[in-house]
């Protein structure tokens, strides 16, 4: 899998800051479309810092149990440290697109937020796929578009100054084609797909709140802003400020995502 993947310790440590108010929007719905229910077993793909996996485990209750896998050892940490001791749950590192789990191991796979980063999201899914149990179901989340995503705008702005990032971005935004995510889940054996999309808008106190983490490095955006030469991160963050139409006061940004699942 890619290097963006692999995400390191900054932007593990600042991942929540910047994202977690977002997935305890979204994840809701996932959970929905997964057909979540008491005492499942749930495989979380691409886990992040396991707050998917802290939502099931209020579903399926004690007698159920999640695996949290994601391939960045960092994320995988900060998964356990919110897991914690939490009966019935763990996290471990595992690449999505070669899972090292048995044939029909899970109830339920889930994949908030991830699966746009996969090389070969095709693969992804069909081990997605492989390890369901017969009738269990798949979700996976996407975002839509760079100017509904909670980050694409920022994204955008370092392919202007870092031209070798463009194809990157554009793999990442490719899913949101709600056509081409259906043909992936049902060319990997899914049946009664179902697409979903959901938006929101979500207001911050200030630019600041909003920009911070990623300024230190948080999420994929993060590391490719820190990675710039630092008069190129802050025209980054002044094309940033003009497209927020930041006053000093709250900013809001409109965010969209896509919900697929499917029954093996």
């Given at each position: 899998?890619?290097?963006?993947?692999a995400?390191?310790?900054?932007?593990?440590?600042?991942?929540?800051?910047?994202?977690?108010?977002?997935?305890a929007?979204?994840?809701?719905?996932?959970?929905?479309?997964?057909?979540?229910?008491?005492?499942?077993?749930?495989l979380?793909?691409?886990?992040?810092?396991?707050?998917?996996a802290?939502?099931?485990?209020?579903?399926?209750?004690?007698?159920?149990?999640?695996?949290?896998?994601?391939?960045?050892?960092?994320?995988?940490?900060?998964a356990?440290?919110?897991?914690?001791?939490?009966?019935?749950?763990?996290?471990?590192?595992?690449?999505?697109?070669?899972?090292s789990?048995p044939?029909?191991?899970?109830?339920?796979?889930?994949?908030?937020?991830?699966?746009?980063?996969?090389?070969?999201?095709?693969?992804?899914?069909?081990?997605?796929?492989?390890?369901l149990?017969?009738?269990?179901?798949?979700?996976?989340?996407?975002?839509?578009?760079?100017?509904?995503?909670?980050?694409?705008?920022?994204?955008?702005?370092?392919?202007?100054?870092?031209?070798?990032?463009?194809?990157?971005?554009?793999?990442r935004?490719?899913?949101?084609d709600e056509?081409?995510?259906?043909?992936?889940?049902?060319?990997?054996?899914?049946?009664?797909?179902?697409?979903?999309?959901?938006?929101?808008?979500?207001?911050?106190?200030?630019?600041?709140?909003?920009?911070g983490?990623f300024?230190r490095?948080?999420g994929?955006?993060?590391?490719?802003?820190?990675?710039?030469?630092?008069?190129?991160?802050?025209?980054?963050?002044?094309e940033?400020?003009?497209?927020?139409?930041?006053?000093?006061?709250?900013?809001?940004?409109?965010?969209?995502?896509?919900?697929?699942c499917?029954?093996?």
């Open positions: 899998m890619t290097d963006e993947l995400f390191r310790r900054e932007a593990a440590a600042e991942y929540d800051h910047a994202f977690s108010h977002v997935s929007h979204f994840v809701p719905f996932l959970l929905r479309a997964a057909r979540l229910a008491p005492r499942q077993r749930v979380d793909v691409a886990t992040g810092t396991g707050i998917a802290e939502a099931a485990m209020d579903v399926i209750g004690r007698e159920g149990s999640v695996v949290a896998t994601d391939i960045s050892p960092e994320m995988i940490e900060k356990r440290q919110r897991l914690g001791r939490t009966p019935g749950a763990s996290a471990i590192v595992e690449d999505g697109q070669a899972l789990f044939d029909e191991s899970f109830d339920t796979v889930l994949c908030h937020l991830g699966l746009m980063f996969f090389p070969d999201p095709a693969r992804g899914l069909s081990e997605f796929h492989r390890v149990r017969p009738g269990g179901w798949a979700a996976a989340s996407v975002t839509t578009s760079p100017e509904r995503s909670y980050n694409g705008t920022i994204s955008l702005a370092v392919a202007r100054h870092l031209p070798s990032a463009a194809a990157a971005i554009a793999h935004f490719s899913l949101g056509g081409r995510l259906r043909s992936l889940l049902e060319g990997a054996g899914f049946r009664d797909v179902d697409i979903s999309t959901e938006a929101y808008r979500f207001t911050l106190p200030s630019f600041d709140a909003y920009f983490p300024e490095g948080g994929s955006s993060g590391q490719a802003l820190v990675a710039l030469p630092e008069e190129v991160r802050r025209a980054v963050r002044e940033i400020r003009r497209d927020l139409r930041d006053t000093g006061g709250p900013i809001q940004i409109e965010v969209e995502i896509r919900i697929a499917g029954r093996r």
